[in-house]
Structures are given as structure tokens and as C-alpha cells.
């Protein structure tokens, strides 16, 4: 439903509205419309930080790569550079390494684990596994890995909360997302909030605050002009009359502090800014003045609103703005706070999704290793050291999988028998 909709709405059901047709402000006039706004205000008006799930995806691919490098020999281990960007590769380096660079950050794991100090629980693994067969079958689940590491990647680089803060900053704000910043490019209040003739306010919608401003800013004609928004708001900062074009960090500060004394949300989610723009709507859709016939407009207007949005609340005007029609021509509302808010809640639905990406990728990964620990394991009567995975603790079902005493007991499981090979290995915990 538009907000022209609404206004028609309004006025068949014959609902009643604040015409506004006493001469000054006596005070709360507009504080209905200043609780929609402060519903929004209240929404932006907050820091966002964004932390990685905790997952072992880095030492469980840099387990993997390491394996893999090994089983495929030193043709592959010698193209990758564990120390460099593959676009920072000088020759000849940068011509081994051409074919790797889809997948040269896990790579680089592998290589960087073979050079340091524990290189030979991983190499032992070269002569292993015997069949052919199984060595492909160990490439193709370093593939698998290698593929969910890259993937990894790309989500992680979706955890930044910079742009999220940057578009709550600028819907409270606008561009220059600061208190100081909020201004409109002239001080002539009936232009920048809203002119006569139904045109909307050249700077209407540019930010949350200038709205409020625009609202609950006190004209130097009003003389109770600063209670417009409340009847308690009789001191200082809002006592002091506001010119649109100059630096009004109190008052901004002043507002904000006021939206604060209602319910502020914990957190911003998509359902909370709904609710928000559907009471928001609601205000825009009530019909003004004496001819109801002013629409898409906050404040208080005196009769019929001939005069326009801006002095002391008599001669046809009042404190308000009114936006222009052009920002609810569209299927959704286009104000341009409107949509840096609704940017801000998707991207942080973005990073919501890509941490639940994460713990299934974590997933997976250890699902990787176990089989390819498995297969290792498995191919053949000579043993060899046991590979670091992401928990040291044993797993119950996977001690059934080691075929010598020395890997069942490596792996903290209880080898039955007195024969190295041809015993049976069981968790410690099973009698």
C-alpha cells in the first residue's frame, strides 16, 4: 500500500487527525510522528561487530594440503611458494605456479606445514598408499578440501562490520555519517523541509536526524517551538532555534538522546525495520490539515498548510516536512535512509549467513579428514605417525580403523592383542 493509498484510506474511514488549528504550539504536538521517527532512529543509532564462529577450518586444510603434497609428489610442492601472493611470484617462480591459483592459499598451508619442524609425521605418508586406486582417491578428497577452503574464503570476507556501520551511520546521518554533518544545503527551513504546493522538502529524506530536525527543530518565531515533539522539552539544547545550514551537533545529540528514553532494540534485524516502516507508513498516510488533503508529511501544520513548512505554528504553517512523491512511486519506498538502513540489516544478514556457511564447512572438512585419514591408515601392514586433526580426543567410532598397535594407541584407543597387525583396536572406554 502507498502512501497516497493511505491517505485515501484515511479519509474514507473518517478517522480522526491532528489538524493542527491552533495558533502556537502548546506542546506534543508532533509526538506521535517523533516516536515513528525515533522507532527508525533508535534502529540506526548503534555500533555493529561482527566475529567469526570459532571453527578449525585453517588447521584441518593446512592437515589435508600437507598430506596431499606429499602423495603427489615433489613436481607440486616445488611450484608453490608458502612465503608470497601468487601475484607477487617473480619468474620462474610465476610459471611453475601458473594452474594453482584457484586454490593457492590452501596450498600454501600444505607447504608451509612441510617446512617446519614436524614435516615428517606428513611425508611419511609419500610412500603411502600403495595402490593406485587409493592415491587418487586421497587427490580427489584434497580436492574436495581445497574447493570448501576457497569457498571458506570468500565467506570469511563477508564478516566485516565497516560496511554495515557505514550505512546505519549514513541513514542516521547522511553522508557525512557525523552529528556535525547533518545539514541541508541552504538555511531557508520551508525549502529544505518541505514546500508549499506538495513538491517535498529538497533535503526531506536525506537522513534520519534532518528529518527530526525538521520536525522537532524550534523556529526563532515560535516561541514554545521547542515542544513541538514534547512537552518536557523546554531546556536546552532544544530551546535554541535551529537554521538548517548550520552545525547542529547539540540538538542532534539532544534528539537522539530522547529517542533513547523509548524502547531501543538490542539488536537490528530485518523484522524489526519492517515493523518500524509499517508504523512509519501508518504517519505518512494520515492526511493534514484542515482540507485533509496534505499527504506524506510529518509535524504540525496550522488550517489548511497554504503557507508551508516552517515559523511559528499560525498563518497556514507549521514545524514539518513532507517528502517527495517521487521516493513512493516504486513498489518499496525509496528515502534515501530508507534504503541504507534496509542495506545495513542485508548485509548483516550476509554475515549471519556466511558464519552458518563456516560451522558447515568445519563440518565437512573434518568429515574429509577422517575419511582420508581412514584411507591412509588402511593401505597396508607398515604404520606411520598419525596425522593432527582438528580435536585431540579420539573418536570412538574411527577407532576401529587403525590395523596396528602403534596407530590405535597414537590415537588414544586400546589395542586388544599382543600381535602388532592382527588384533582388533577399541575405544579405551569399551570393556
Given at each position: 500500500?502507498?502512501?497516497?493509498?493511505?491517505?485515501?484510506?484515511?479519509?474514507?474511514?473518517?478517522?480522526?487527525?491532528?489538524?493542527?488549528?491552533?495558533?502556537?504550539?502548546?506542546?506534543?504536538?508532533?509526538?506521535t510522528?517523533?516516536?515513528?521517527?525515533?522507532?527508525?532512529?533508535?534502529?540506526?543509532?548503534?555500533?555493529?561487530?561482527?566475529?567469526?564462529?570459532?571453527?578449525?577450518?585453517?588447521?584441518?586444510?593446512?592437515?589435508?594440503?600437507?598430506?596431499n603434497?606429499?602423495?603427489?609428489?615433489?613436481?607440486?610442492?616445488?611450484?608453490?611458494?608458502?612465503?608470497?601472493?601468487?601475484?607477487?611470484?617473480?619468474?620462474?617462480?610465476?610459471?611453475?605456479?601458473?594452474?594453482?591459483?584457484?586454490?593457492?592459499?590452501?596450498?600454501?598451508?600444505?607447504?608451509?606445514?612441510?617446512?617446519?619442524?614436524?614435516?615428517?609425521?606428513?611425508?611419511?605418508?609419500?610412500?603411502d598408499?600403495?595402490?593406485?586406486?587409493?592415491?587418487?582417491?586421497?587427490?580427489?578428497?584434497?580436492?574436495?578440501?581445497?574447493?570448501?577452503?576457497?569457498?571458506?574464503?570468500?565467506?570469511?570476507?563477508?564478516?566485516?562490520?565497516?560496511?554495515?556501520?557505514?550505512?546505519?551511520?549514513?541513514?542516521?546521518?547522511?553522508?557525512?555519517?557525523?552529528?556535525?554533518?547533518?545539514?541541508?544545503a541552504?538555511?531557508?527551513?520551508?525549502?529544505?523541509?518541505?514546500?508549499?504546493?506538495?513538491?517535498g522538502?529538497?533535503?526531506?529524506?536525506?537522513?534520519?536526524?534532518?528529518?527530526?530536525?525538521?520536525v522537532?527543530?524550534?523556529?526563532?518565531?515560535?516561541?514554545?517551538?521547542?515542544?513541538?515533539?514534547?512537552k518536557?522539552?523546554?531546556?536546552?539544547?532544544?530551546?535554541?532555534?535551529?537554521?538548517?545550514?548550520?552545525?547542529?551537533?547539540?540538538?542532534?545529540t539532544?534528539?537522539?538522546?530522547?529517542?533513547?528514553?523509548?524502547?531501543?532494540?538490542?539488536?537490528?534485524?530485518?523484522?524489526?525495520?519492517?515493523?518500524?516502516?509499517?508504523s512509519?507508513?501508518?504517519?505518512?498516510?494520515?492526511?493534514?490539515?484542515?482540507?485533509?488533503?496534505?499527504?506524506?508529511?510529518?509535524?504540525?501544520?496550522?488550517?489548511?498548510?497554504?503557507?508551508?513548512?516552517?515559523?511559528?505554528?499560525?498563518?497556514?504553517?507549521?514545524?514539518?516536512?513532507?517528502?517527495?512523491?517521487?521516493?513512493?512511486?516504486?513498489?518499496?519506498?525509496?528515502?534515501?535512509?530508507?534504503?541504507?538502513?534496509?542495506?545495513?540489516?542485508?548485509?548483516?544478514?550476509?554475515?549471519?549467513?556466511?558464519?552458518?556457511?563456516?560451522?558447515?564447512?568445519?563440518?565437512?572438512l573434518?568429515?574429509?579428514?577422517?575419511?582420508?585419514t581412514?584411507?591412509?591408515?588402511?593401505?597396508?601392514?607398515?604404520?606411520?605417525?598419525?596425522?593432527?586433526?582438528?580435536?585431540?580426543?579420539?573418536?570412538?567410532?574411527?577407532?576401529?580403523?587403525?590395523?596396528?598397535?602403534?596407530?590405535?594407541?597414537?590415537?588414544?584407543?586400546?589395542?586388544e592383542?599382543?600381535?602388532e597387525?592382527?588384533?582388533?583396536?577399541?575405544?579405551?572406554?569399551?570393556e
Amino acid at each position: 500500500m502507498t502512501a497516497f493509498k493511505c491517505c485515501m484510506l484515511f479519509l474514507s474511514l473518517g478517522l480522526a487527525v491532528n489538524t493542527g488549528t491552533e495558533a502556537a504550539i502548546n506542546g506534543g504536538e508532533s509526538s506521535t510522528d517523533f516516536a515513528a521517527l525515533c522507532a527508525m532512529i533508535n534502529l540506526a543509532d548503534r555500533e555493529i561487530t561482527v566475529a567469526e564462529v570459532p571453527t578449525a577450518i585453517d588447521s584441518i586444510a593446512q592437515t589435508i594440503a600437507a598430506i596431499n603434497m606429499p602423495l603427489a609428489g615433489s613436481a607440486l610442492e616445488d611450484r608453490v611458494d608458502e612465503t608470497k601472493a601468487i601475484n607477487q611470484l617473480e619468474e620462474p617462480a610465476a610459471t611453475k605456479a601458473k594452474g594453482l591459483e584457484e586454490h593457492w592459499n590452501f596450498l600454501q598451508k600444505g607447504r608451509a606445514a612441510l617446512k617446519a619442524e614436524d614435516r615428517t609425521k606428513y611425508s611419511v605418508w609419500k610412500a603411502d598408499p600403495k595402490q593406485e586406486n587409493r592415491r587418487q582417491a586421497a587427490a580427489l578428497l584434497a580436492k574436495e578440501a581445497a574447493t570448501l577452503f576457497a569457498e571458506a574464503t570468500r565467506q570469511r570476507q563477508l564478516l566485516t562490520a565497516a560496511p554495515i556501520n557505514d550505512a546505519l551511520k549514513t541513514a542516521l546521518y547522511g553522508e557525512s555519517k557525523q552529528p556535525s554533518g547533518v545539514k541541508a544545503a541552504t538555511a531557508t527551513r520551508e525549502n529544505e523541509c518541505g514546500p508549499t504546493g506538495g513538491a517535498g522538502g529538497a533535503a526531506a529524506g536525506a537522513s534520519l536526524m534532518l528529518d527530526a530536525l525538521c520536525v522537532c527543530g524550534k523556529h526563532s518565531s515560535e516561541g514554545s517551538g521547542e515542544k513541538n515533539c514534547g512537552k518536557d522539552w523546554a531546556s536546552a539544547p532544544y530551546n535554541t532555534a535551529w537554521t538548517p545550514n548550520e552545525d547542529s551537533t547539540a540538538l542532534v545529540t539532544g534528539i537522539i538522546n530522547k529517542c533513547h528514553l523509548k524502547t531501543k532494540p538490542k539488536t537490528i534485524t530485518r523484522a524489526a525495520v519492517e515493523a518500524a516502516t509499517n508504523s512509519f507508513m501508518l504517519r505518512l498516510g494520515e492526511p493534514r490539515g484542515d482540507n485533509k488533503n496534505l499527504c506524506l508529511m510529518l509535524g504540525a501544520i496550522n488550517v489548511a498548510g497554504e503557507t508551508g513548512y516552517t515559523r511559528q505554528h499560525n498563518g497556514g504553517a507549521g514545524p514539518c516536512l513532507q517528502y517527495k512523491p517521487a521516493y513512493f512511486t516504486g513498489e518499496e519506498a525509496s528515502l534515501p535512509w530508507l534504503v541504507q538502513l534496509n542495506a545495513a540489516v542485508s548485509k548483516l544478514e550476509a554475515a549471519n549467513a556466511a558464519n552458518r556457511r563456516l560451522k558447515e564447512i568445519d563440518g565437512q572438512l573434518k568429515t574429509l579428514n577422517t575419511s582420508l585419514t581412514s584411507l591412509l591408515h588402511t593401505t597396508g601392514p607398515r604404520s606411520a605417525t598419525p596425522l593432527a586433526t582438528s580435536d585431540s580426543s579420539h573418536n570412538p567410532k574411527q577407532c576401529d580403523t587403525y590395523t596396528s598397535n602403534q596407530t590405535c594407541t597414537a590415537n588414544n584407543c586400546k589395542w586388544e592383542g599382543t600381535e602388532e597387525t592382527k588384533e582388533e583396536c577399541k575405544p579405551k572406554d569399551e570393556e
